[in-house]
Protein backbone atom coordinates (compact mmCIF):
# COMPACT_ATOMS: atom_id res chain seq x y z
CA UNK A 1 0.00 0.00 0.00
CA UNK A 2 1.38 3.59 -1.10
CA UNK A 3 0.98 6.65 1.63
CA UNK A 4 -1.44 7.99 -1.54
CA UNK A 5 -3.93 5.53 -1.04
CA UNK A 6 -4.27 6.38 2.67
CA UNK A 7 -7.76 7.66 3.83
CA UNK A 8 -6.93 11.36 3.22
CA UNK A 9 -8.13 12.48 6.54
CA UNK A 10 -5.76 9.91 8.27
CA UNK A 11 -3.05 11.13 5.74
CA UNK A 12 -3.70 14.88 6.44
CA UNK A 13 -3.74 13.70 10.67
CA UNK A 14 -0.21 12.07 10.61
CA UNK A 15 1.07 15.29 8.36
CA UNK A 16 -0.13 17.77 10.44
CA UNK A 17 1.41 16.21 13.52
CA UNK A 18 -0.36 14.36 16.39
CA UNK A 19 -0.51 12.87 19.89
CA UNK A 20 0.13 9.14 18.86
CA UNK A 21 0.26 7.16 22.38
CA UNK A 22 2.45 3.87 22.48
CA UNK A 23 -0.18 1.04 23.64
CA UNK A 24 0.25 -0.99 26.28
CA UNK A 25 -0.31 -4.82 26.84
CA UNK A 26 -2.68 -5.52 29.40
CA UNK A 27 -2.02 -9.17 31.21
CA UNK A 28 -3.91 -11.09 34.04
CA UNK A 29 -1.99 -12.70 37.13
CA UNK A 30 -1.52 -15.81 34.90
CA UNK A 31 0.01 -12.88 32.17
CA UNK A 32 -2.32 -13.85 29.60
CA UNK A 33 -4.12 -11.46 27.92
CA UNK A 34 -6.50 -9.20 29.63
CA UNK A 35 -8.93 -8.60 26.55
CA UNK A 36 -11.18 -6.43 28.83
CA UNK A 37 -8.66 -3.70 30.46
CA UNK A 38 -6.77 -3.80 26.73
CA UNK A 39 -10.06 -2.77 25.55
CA UNK A 40 -10.41 0.10 28.49
CA UNK A 41 -7.17 1.32 27.28
CA UNK A 42 -8.06 1.79 23.72
CA UNK A 43 -10.78 3.53 24.75
CA UNK A 44 -9.03 5.93 26.94
CA UNK A 45 -6.60 6.61 24.60
CA UNK A 46 -9.53 7.74 22.25
CA UNK A 47 -11.53 9.83 24.59
CA UNK A 48 -8.39 11.52 25.69
CA UNK A 49 -7.99 12.83 22.43
CA UNK A 50 -5.13 10.80 21.13
CA UNK A 51 -4.85 11.11 17.13
CA UNK A 52 -3.68 7.69 16.97
CA UNK A 53 -2.55 4.32 18.41
CA UNK A 54 0.84 2.94 17.99
CA UNK A 55 0.27 -1.29 18.57
CA UNK A 56 3.11 -3.70 18.65
CA UNK A 57 5.89 -1.06 19.90
CA UNK A 58 8.44 -1.26 22.40
CA UNK A 59 5.70 -0.06 24.85
CA UNK A 60 3.25 -3.38 23.89
CA UNK A 61 6.40 -5.45 24.40
CA UNK A 62 8.47 -6.98 21.58
CA UNK A 63 7.91 -10.61 23.22
CA UNK A 64 4.01 -10.55 21.53
CA UNK A 65 5.83 -12.30 19.04
CA UNK A 66 7.40 -14.91 20.78
CA UNK A 67 3.76 -16.09 22.50
CA UNK A 68 1.62 -15.36 19.35
CA UNK A 69 -0.08 -12.29 20.37
CA UNK A 70 0.91 -10.31 17.44
CA UNK A 71 -2.27 -10.34 15.32
CA UNK A 72 -4.69 -10.67 18.11
CA UNK A 73 -3.32 -7.38 19.99
CA UNK A 74 -3.33 -5.62 16.60
CA UNK A 75 -7.03 -6.59 15.80
CA UNK A 76 -8.19 -6.14 19.13
CA UNK A 77 -6.92 -2.36 19.40
CA UNK A 78 -8.37 -2.01 15.13
CA UNK A 79 -11.93 -3.42 16.27
CA UNK A 80 -12.30 -1.48 19.52
CA UNK A 81 -11.61 1.69 17.99
CA UNK A 82 -13.65 1.24 15.00
CA UNK A 83 -16.19 0.50 17.10
CA UNK A 84 -15.97 3.85 19.88
CA UNK A 85 -15.38 6.29 17.61
CA UNK A 86 -15.76 7.77 13.97
CA UNK A 87 -13.56 10.33 13.78
CA UNK A 88 -9.82 10.01 11.31
CA UNK A 89 -7.39 7.54 13.74
CA UNK A 90 -4.05 6.91 12.64
CA UNK A 91 -3.72 3.51 13.22
CA UNK A 92 0.30 2.46 13.47
CA UNK A 93 1.44 -0.89 13.56
CA UNK A 94 4.81 -2.31 15.16
CA UNK A 95 6.95 -4.05 12.88
CA UNK A 96 9.87 -5.77 14.15
CA UNK A 97 12.93 -8.47 13.21
CA UNK A 98 14.50 -9.65 10.21
CA UNK A 99 13.05 -8.45 6.29
CA UNK A 100 11.10 -11.46 6.12
CA UNK A 101 9.39 -11.46 9.65
CA UNK A 102 9.17 -7.73 9.25
CA UNK A 103 7.55 -7.94 5.63
CA UNK A 104 5.00 -10.47 6.99
CA UNK A 105 3.87 -8.14 10.09
CA UNK A 106 3.76 -5.46 7.69
CA UNK A 107 1.17 -7.61 5.53
CA UNK A 108 -0.65 -8.57 8.80
CA UNK A 109 -1.07 -5.02 10.08
CA UNK A 110 -2.33 -3.57 6.37
CA UNK A 111 -4.93 -6.72 5.94
CA UNK A 112 -6.27 -6.13 10.15
CA UNK A 113 -6.73 -1.48 8.60
CA UNK A 114 -3.36 -0.21 10.52
CA UNK A 115 -2.38 2.81 8.05
CA UNK A 116 1.31 2.93 8.72
CA UNK A 117 4.24 0.50 9.83
CA UNK A 118 6.62 2.03 13.04
CA UNK A 119 9.66 0.03 11.69
CA UNK A 120 12.33 -1.16 14.66
CA UNK A 121 15.91 -1.74 13.83
CA UNK A 122 17.07 -3.44 16.91
CA UNK A 123 17.28 -6.82 14.51
CA UNK A 124 19.56 -5.14 12.36
CA UNK A 125 22.18 -4.08 14.60
CA UNK A 126 25.26 -6.04 12.78
CA UNK A 127 24.19 -4.91 9.42
CA UNK A 128 25.76 -1.89 7.57
CA UNK A 129 23.60 1.03 6.80
CA UNK A 130 23.56 -0.31 3.42
CA UNK A 131 21.82 -3.29 4.13
CA UNK A 132 19.80 -2.01 6.52
CA UNK A 133 18.53 0.81 3.40
CA UNK A 134 17.75 -1.92 1.74
CA UNK A 135 15.71 -3.44 4.18
CA UNK A 136 13.85 -0.81 5.00
CA UNK A 137 13.02 -0.02 0.96
CA UNK A 138 11.72 -3.90 1.01
CA UNK A 139 9.21 -3.43 3.73
CA UNK A 140 7.93 -0.19 2.31
CA UNK A 141 6.53 -2.04 -0.59
CA UNK A 142 3.96 -3.43 2.03
CA UNK A 143 2.86 -0.33 3.83
CA UNK A 144 3.42 3.22 4.67
CA UNK A 145 6.77 3.16 7.25
CA UNK A 146 7.31 5.14 9.98
CA UNK A 147 11.21 5.43 10.74
CA UNK A 148 11.98 4.67 14.59
CA UNK A 149 15.44 5.76 15.78
CA UNK A 150 15.32 4.11 19.24
CA UNK A 151 17.63 5.04 21.82
CA UNK A 152 20.61 2.13 22.33
CA UNK A 153 19.89 1.46 25.92
CA UNK A 154 16.97 -0.34 24.60
CA UNK A 155 18.00 -2.00 21.82
CA UNK A 156 18.27 0.72 19.20
CA UNK A 157 20.66 1.27 16.25
CA UNK A 158 23.39 4.30 16.64
CA UNK A 159 22.60 5.85 12.68
CA UNK A 160 24.17 8.45 10.59
CA UNK A 161 22.78 11.68 9.09
CA UNK A 162 23.47 9.94 5.64
CA UNK A 163 21.62 7.01 6.95
CA UNK A 164 18.36 9.71 7.26
CA UNK A 165 18.85 11.09 4.92
CA UNK A 166 18.84 7.64 2.02
CA UNK A 167 15.83 6.68 4.65
CA UNK A 168 14.00 10.02 3.68
CA UNK A 169 14.58 9.50 0.31
CA UNK A 170 12.35 6.00 0.06
CA UNK A 171 8.69 7.18 -1.55
CA UNK A 172 6.67 5.38 0.93
CA UNK A 173 7.84 7.10 4.24
CA UNK A 174 5.94 9.21 5.46
CA UNK A 175 7.51 9.96 9.39
CA UNK A 176 9.99 9.59 11.60
CA UNK A 177 9.93 9.09 15.31
CA UNK A 178 13.34 10.42 16.82
CA UNK A 179 13.82 8.11 20.20
CA UNK A 180 17.55 8.24 20.48
CA UNK A 181 17.31 10.54 23.39
CA UNK A 182 20.22 12.81 21.99
CA UNK A 183 20.63 15.99 20.79
CA UNK A 184 23.04 15.54 18.60
CA UNK A 185 21.03 11.89 17.00
CA UNK A 186 18.12 13.65 16.71
CA UNK A 187 19.71 16.76 15.00
CA UNK A 188 21.05 14.28 12.68
CA UNK A 189 17.78 13.12 11.64
CA UNK A 190 16.59 16.70 11.19
CA UNK A 191 19.78 17.13 8.58
CA UNK A 192 19.07 14.48 7.16
CA UNK A 193 15.14 14.75 6.01
CA UNK A 194 16.26 17.88 5.24
CA UNK A 195 19.12 16.91 3.00
CA UNK A 196 17.26 14.45 1.38
CA UNK A 197 14.41 17.37 0.37
CA UNK A 198 11.62 15.21 1.95
CA UNK A 199 10.40 17.75 4.45
CA UNK A 200 7.28 17.86 2.77
CA UNK A 201 6.65 14.39 2.53
CA UNK A 202 7.99 13.12 5.84
CA UNK A 203 6.64 14.73 9.07
CA UNK A 204 8.97 14.57 12.33
CA UNK A 205 7.56 12.90 15.73
CA UNK A 206 9.24 13.27 18.85
CA UNK A 207 9.96 9.89 20.60
CA UNK A 208 11.95 11.78 22.89
CA UNK A 209 11.02 11.63 26.61
CA UNK A 210 13.55 13.29 28.20
CA UNK A 211 12.90 16.98 25.92
CA UNK A 212 9.31 16.27 25.15
CA UNK A 213 7.95 19.48 25.41
CA UNK A 214 10.90 21.45 23.75
CA UNK A 215 10.77 19.20 20.95
CA UNK A 216 7.30 19.99 20.04
CA UNK A 217 7.68 23.69 20.82
CA UNK A 218 11.09 25.23 19.70
CA UNK A 219 12.20 25.52 16.03
CA UNK A 220 15.51 23.70 14.79
CA UNK A 221 17.43 25.93 11.82
CA UNK A 222 19.49 23.79 10.10
CA UNK A 223 22.37 25.30 7.59
CA UNK A 224 23.52 23.85 4.06
CA UNK A 225 26.03 26.18 1.97
CA UNK A 226 24.66 29.32 3.80
CA UNK A 227 21.43 28.35 3.32
CA UNK A 228 19.05 28.12 6.26
CA UNK A 229 16.31 25.96 6.80
CA UNK A 230 13.76 25.96 9.80
CA UNK A 231 11.82 22.84 11.25
CA UNK A 232 9.69 22.01 13.43
CA UNK A 233 8.83 18.41 15.36
CA UNK A 234 5.49 18.33 14.36
CA UNK A 235 3.60 15.02 16.67
CA UNK A 236 5.00 12.86 19.21
CA UNK A 237 4.58 8.74 19.68
CA UNK A 238 5.46 8.31 22.75
CA UNK A 239 5.85 5.55 25.32
CA UNK A 240 5.08 8.56 28.40
CA UNK A 241 2.36 9.16 26.42
CA UNK A 242 0.65 5.91 27.54
CA UNK A 243 -0.33 7.73 30.91
CA UNK A 244 -1.76 10.90 31.72
CA UNK A 245 -3.03 10.87 28.18
CA UNK A 246 -5.58 13.47 28.63
CA UNK A 247 -3.06 15.45 29.70
CA UNK A 248 -0.86 14.76 26.96
CA UNK A 249 -3.16 16.03 24.32
CA UNK A 250 -3.36 19.56 26.27
CA UNK A 251 0.43 20.13 26.66
CA UNK A 252 0.45 19.07 22.93
CA UNK A 253 -2.42 21.52 22.07
CA UNK A 254 -0.45 24.54 23.84
CA UNK A 255 2.45 23.46 22.00
CA UNK A 256 1.37 23.69 18.63
CA UNK A 257 -0.33 27.01 19.57
CA UNK A 258 2.98 28.85 20.91
CA UNK A 259 4.52 27.92 18.12
CA UNK A 260 2.30 30.39 15.99
CA UNK A 261 3.39 33.50 18.64
CA UNK A 262 6.09 35.97 18.18
CA UNK A 263 7.77 34.63 21.95
CA UNK A 264 7.69 31.61 23.56
CA UNK A 265 6.08 31.06 26.92
CA UNK A 266 8.41 30.67 29.83
CA UNK A 267 5.79 28.70 31.47
CA UNK A 268 5.66 26.69 28.87
CA UNK A 269 9.37 25.69 28.44
CA UNK A 270 9.70 25.71 31.84
CA UNK A 271 7.05 22.60 32.14
CA UNK A 272 9.20 20.74 29.99
CA UNK A 273 11.33 20.09 33.12
CA UNK A 274 8.40 18.58 35.41
CA UNK A 275 7.26 16.16 32.37
CA UNK A 276 10.99 15.07 32.03
CA UNK A 277 11.53 14.34 35.93
CA UNK A 278 7.94 12.53 35.23
CA UNK A 279 9.74 10.28 33.07
CA UNK A 280 12.63 9.53 35.03
CA UNK A 281 10.49 7.84 37.64
CA UNK A 282 7.86 6.19 34.95
CA UNK A 283 10.72 4.94 32.77
CA UNK A 284 13.10 4.06 35.28
CA UNK A 285 15.92 6.23 33.72
CA UNK A 286 18.20 5.66 37.35
CA UNK A 287 18.47 2.10 36.44
CA UNK A 288 19.09 2.42 32.41
CA UNK A 289 15.18 2.49 31.64
CA UNK A 290 14.99 -1.78 33.09
CA UNK A 291 11.88 -0.77 34.25
CA UNK A 292 10.13 1.78 31.70
CA UNK A 293 7.30 -0.52 30.90
CA UNK A 294 6.46 -1.73 34.76
CA UNK A 295 6.77 2.24 35.55
CA UNK A 296 4.14 2.82 33.21
CA UNK A 297 1.94 0.00 34.09
CA UNK A 298 2.40 1.25 37.04
CA UNK A 299 0.70 4.82 36.86
CA UNK A 300 -2.09 3.07 35.00
CA UNK A 301 -2.50 0.05 37.79
CA UNK A 302 -3.41 3.38 40.09
CA UNK A 303 -5.80 4.46 38.11
CA UNK A 304 -7.80 1.06 37.38
CA UNK A 305 -6.80 0.98 33.55
CA UNK A 306 -4.74 -2.22 34.71
CA UNK A 307 -5.29 -4.77 37.40
CA UNK A 308 -1.25 -5.50 37.66
CA UNK A 309 1.83 -4.43 36.33
CA UNK A 310 2.62 -7.76 35.34
CA UNK A 311 4.95 -7.91 31.75
CA UNK A 312 5.27 -10.91 29.60
CA UNK A 313 9.11 -11.65 30.96
CA UNK A 314 8.34 -12.75 34.61
CA UNK A 315 12.19 -10.81 35.23
CA UNK A 316 10.66 -7.28 33.64
CA UNK A 317 9.17 -5.44 36.51
CA UNK A 318 9.95 -2.02 38.90
CA UNK A 319 13.34 -2.04 39.89
CA UNK A 320 14.16 -1.18 43.32
CA UNK A 321 13.77 2.06 44.58
CA UNK A 322 11.25 2.86 41.10
CA UNK A 323 8.02 2.73 43.50
CA UNK A 324 9.28 5.54 45.48
CA UNK A 325 10.26 7.39 42.50
CA UNK A 326 7.00 7.11 41.04
CA UNK A 327 5.21 8.33 44.16
CA UNK A 328 7.50 11.29 44.67
CA UNK A 329 6.21 12.30 41.18
CA UNK A 330 3.07 11.69 41.76
CA UNK A 331 2.85 13.68 44.53
CA UNK A 332 4.63 16.32 43.48
CA UNK A 333 3.22 16.75 39.71
CA UNK A 334 -0.28 15.21 40.88
CA UNK A 335 -1.73 18.90 38.43
CA UNK A 336 0.03 17.26 35.07
CA UNK A 337 -1.76 14.02 36.02
CA UNK A 338 -5.66 12.80 34.50
CA UNK A 339 -6.47 10.66 37.56
CA UNK A 340 -9.98 12.78 37.52
CA UNK A 341 -11.14 12.31 34.06
CA UNK A 342 -10.09 8.08 34.60
CA UNK A 343 -11.96 7.86 37.44
CA UNK A 344 -15.16 9.84 35.59
CA UNK A 345 -15.00 7.52 32.59
CA UNK A 346 -13.37 4.01 33.91
CA UNK A 347 -16.82 2.13 34.10
CA UNK A 348 -17.26 2.93 30.48
CA UNK A 349 -14.28 1.78 29.18
CA UNK A 350 -14.96 -1.25 31.48
CA UNK A 351 -18.08 -2.25 30.26
Not at 28 to 40: E, F, M
Not at 202 to 213: K, P, R, S
Request: hydrophobic letters at 45%; glycine letters at 8%.
Amino acid sequence: MHHSQMNPSVRRLIAEGTVIPAHPLALDAGRKLDTTHQRALTRYYIDAGAGGLAVGVHTTQFAIRDVGLYRPVLELAAETAAAWTTRPLALVAGLAGPTAQAMAEAQTARAIGYHAGLLSLGAMRAASEDDIIAHCEVVAREIPLIGFYLQPAVGGVILSADFWRRFAAIDNVIAIKMAPFNRYRTLDVLRGVCAAGALDRVTLYTGNDDHILLDLTLPFDLRDQGVTTRVHIRGGLLGHWSVWTASAVKQFEMCHKARGQDSLPADLLALDARVTDCNSAFFDVANNFHGCIAGCHEILRRQGLLDGIWCLDPAEGLSPGQMQEIDRVCREHADLGDDTFVAENLQKWLA
